[in-house]
C-alpha cells in the first residue's frame, strides 16, 4: 500500500456532460467524509500545469447536483500530451500537496491521467463522464441518459411539425464514433430509420424502407443519423438524396448539435455520478490506483483503464432489430 491519501484533486476534462457537478459534490462530500481534503482543480490538465486549484469543502459544492455543465470547467489541453508538460503538472500536484487524483472524463482523459501515473508514481482513477457512453468498462458513462431524454423530448417536438405537415425530417445527434444516442433515442422517441457509425445500412436500403413507410399510411417520419453515419454523405446530403429520389416525400432537416451535452442531469445520471464518485474515493484510500469506475450489470466495478482505454462498448445490435420490428 502506497503512502496514506490526505487530499485529493479532481478535475473534469475532454467534452462537459450532465452530471459532471453530482460526481464533483459526491467526491468532495466523499473526502469530508473520510476526513481528508479534496482539491478542485479547474480548466482539466490545462488548470494543472497552471496550479488553477481550490479546496472544496461539502459547502462549497451545494446546489451543483441538478446543474448541467462543470464547475470546475473542462479544457482540453495540448501541453498535457508533452513530458515536459506533465512534469509540469506533477510539480503543481507535489507543491499542492496533492497525493491522488480523480479525472472525470473520456478515454483520451483517462490516457492522460494513465501516463502521469506511470511517469510520477502518483494514485489516479478515472470516473466516465461523456454523453457518447462508448466507454469499455461501463454500461452507462454520466451524462449519457440526460442527452438521451434531450434528444427524444426534441425530437417528440420535431414530430409535432412532421405529421403536421406530413414530412420527412433526418435529424442529426452527436456520435462520431458511437451510435449509442442515436439507436437508444431513436427507439425511444419512435424513428422509423437509424443511422449510426457502426452499421452502414445503405442507400438503397433507406429508400426501400421509406418507401414501405409511405405506403404503410404513416404520416411523417423521422430519420435519426449519428453524426459518424457510415453512409459517407452529411445529413443535408442525405436530405438532398431522398428528396431527388423520393419527389413523395417533403424533407427537412434538423441538427441538434450542442444543446444535448446540457440541461439539468436526470435522475439517473445524478445517482449514477454519486455512486461511483463515493467508490473512487473509497478505492483510492483503500490503496487502489489505475481504475475507471463504471456500472456493470447494475453494480459498481473497477476496470483498469488500461482496458477501459483500448475498448470501446459496443452497441447492442438487438435494438436495431428491435427498432425495425416496431417501426413497421
Ligand atoms: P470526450 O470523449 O468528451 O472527447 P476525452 O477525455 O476523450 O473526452 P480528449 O480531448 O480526447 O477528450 O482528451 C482530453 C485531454 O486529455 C486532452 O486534451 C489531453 O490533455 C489529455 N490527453 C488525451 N490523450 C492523451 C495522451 N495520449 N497523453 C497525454 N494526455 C492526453
Same mark, same amino acid.
Given at each position: 500500500?502506497? $503512502?496514506?491519501?490526505?487530499?485529493?484533486?479532481?478535475?473534469?476534462?475532454?467534452?462537459?456532460?450532465?452530471?459532471?457537478?453530482?460526481?464533483?459534490?459526491?467526491?468532495?462530500?466523499?473526502?469530508?467524509?473520510?476526513?481528508?481534503?479534496?482539491?478542485?482543480?479547474?480548466?482539466?490538465?490545462?488548470?494543472? %500545469?497552471?496550479?488553477?486549484?481550490?479546496?472544496?469543502?461539502?459547502?462549497?459544492?451545494?446546489?451543483?447536483?441538478?446543474?448541467? /455543465?462543470?464547475? %470546475?470547467?473542462?479544457?482540453?489541453?495540448?501541453?498535457?500530451?508533452?513530458?515536459?508538460?506533465?512534469?509540469?503538472?506533477?510539480?503543481?500536484?507535489?507543491?499542492?500537496?496533492?497525493?491522488?487524483?480523480?479525472?472525470?472524463?473520456?478515454?483520451?482523459?483517462?490516457?492522460?491521467?494513465?501516463?502521469?501515473?506511470?511517469?510520477?508514481?502518483?494514485?489516479?482513477?478515472?470516473?466516465?463522464?461523456?454523453?457518447?457512453?462508448?466507454?469499455?468498462?461501463?454500461?452507462?458513462?454520466?451524462?449519457?441518459?440526460?442527452?438521451?431524454?434531450?434528444?427524444?423530448?426534441?425530437?417528440? $417536438?420535431?414530430?409535432?411539425?412532421?405529421?403536421?405537415? $406530413?414530412?420527412?425530417?433526418?435529424?442529426?445527434?452527436?456520435?462520431?464514433?458511437?451510435?449509442?444516442?442515436?439507436?437508444?433515442? /431513436?427507439?425511444?422517441?419512435?424513428?422509423?430509420?437509424?443511422?449510426?457509425?457502426?452499421?452502414?445500412?445503405?442507400?438503397?436500403?433507406?429508400?426501400?424502407?421509406?418507401?414501405?413507410?409511405?405506403?404503410?399510411? $404513416?404520416?411523417?417520419?423521422?430519420?435519426?443519423?449519428?453524426?459518424?453515419?457510415?453512409?459517407?454523405?452529411?445529413?443535408?446530403?442525405?436530405?438532398?438524396?431522398?428528396?431527388?429520389?423520393?419527389?413523395?416525400?417533403?424533407?427537412?432537416?434538423?441538427?441538434?448539435?450542442?444543446?444535448?451535452?446540457?440541461?439539468?442531469?436526470?435522475?439517473?445520471?445524478?445517482? %449514477?455520478?454519486?455512486?461511483?464518485?463515493?467508490?473512487?474515493?473509497?478505492?483510492?484510500?483503500?490503496?487502489?490506483?489505475?481504475?475507471?469506475?463504471?456500472?456493470?450489470?447494475?453494480?459498481?466495478?473497477?476496470?483498469?483503464?488500461?482496458?477501459?482505454?483500448?475498448?470501446?462498448?459496443?452497441?447492442?445490435?438487438?435494438?436495431?432489430?428491435?427498432?425495425?420490428?416496431?417501426?413497421?
Amino acid at each position: 500500500m502506497g $503512502k496514506a491519501i490526505k487530499r485529493i484533486g479532481v478535475l473534469t476534462s475532454g467534452g462537459d456532460a450532465p452530471g459532471m457537478n453530482a460526481a464533483i459534490r459526491a467526491i468532495v462530500r466523499t473526502c469530508s467524509y473520510h476526513e481528508i481534503e479534496c482539491m478542485g482543480i479547474f480548466r482539466g490538465f490545462q488548470g494543472l %500545469l497552471d496550479g488553477d486549484f481550490e479546496v472544496l469543502g461539502p459547502r462549497d459544492v451545494n446546489y451543483i447536483i441538478n446543474k448541467g /455543465g462543470t464547475i %470546475l470547467k473542462t479544457a482540453r489541453c495540448k501541453d498535457f500530451r508533452n513530458p515536459e508538460g506533465r512534469k509540469l503538472a506533477y510539480n503543481n500536484l507535489k507543491s499542492a500537496e496533492i497525493d491522488a487524483l480523480i479525472v472525470i472524463g473520456g478515454d483520451g482523459s483517462f490516457t492522460g491521467a494513465m501516463v502521469l501515473s506511470k511517469e510520477f508514481d502518483i494514485p489516479v482513477m478515472g470516473i466516465p463522464g461523456t454523453i457518447d457512453n462508448d466507454i469499455h468498462g461501463t454500461s452507462h458513462t454520466i451524462g449519457f441518459d440526460t442527452a438521451l431524454n434531450t434528444v427524444v423530448d426534441a425530437v417528440d $417536438k420535431i414530430r409535432d411539425t412532421a405529421s403536421s405537415h $406530413k414530412r420527412l425530417f433526418f435529424v442529426e445527434v452527436m456520435g462520431r464514433d458511437a451510435g449509442h444516442i442515436a439507436l437508444n433515442a /431513436g427507439i425511444g422517441a419512435g424513428a422509423e430509420e437509424i443511422l449510426i457509425p457502426e452499421e452502414n445500412m445503405g442507400l438503397e436500403r433507406l429508400l426501400d424502407s421509406l418507401k414501405k413507410s409511405k405506403k404503410s399510411g $404513416k404520416s411523417s417520419s423521422i430519420v435519426l443519423v449519428a453524426e459518424g453515419e457510415r453512409i459517407g454523405k452529411n445529413v443535408f446530403e442525405l436530405g438532398e438524396y431522398v428528396e431527388e429520389n423520393l419527389p413523395e416525400y417533403e424533407v427537412r432537416v434538423s441538427v441538434l448539435g450542442h444543446m444535448q451535452r446540457g440541461g439539468a442531469p436526470s435522475c439517473f445520471d445524478r445517482v %449514477l455520478a454519486s455512486r461511483l464518485s463515493v467508490k473512487a474515493v473509497e478505492s483510492l484510500l483503500e490503496g487502489k490506483s489505475n481504475f475507471m469506475v463504471g456500472l456493470l450489470n447494475d453494480q459498481v466495478a473497477l476496470t483498469p483503464l488500461e482496458q477501459a482505454v483500448k475498448g470501446h462498448s459496443p452497441i447492442d445490435k438487438e435494438l436495431l432489430r428491435v427498432s425495425d420490428i416496431i417501426t413497421i
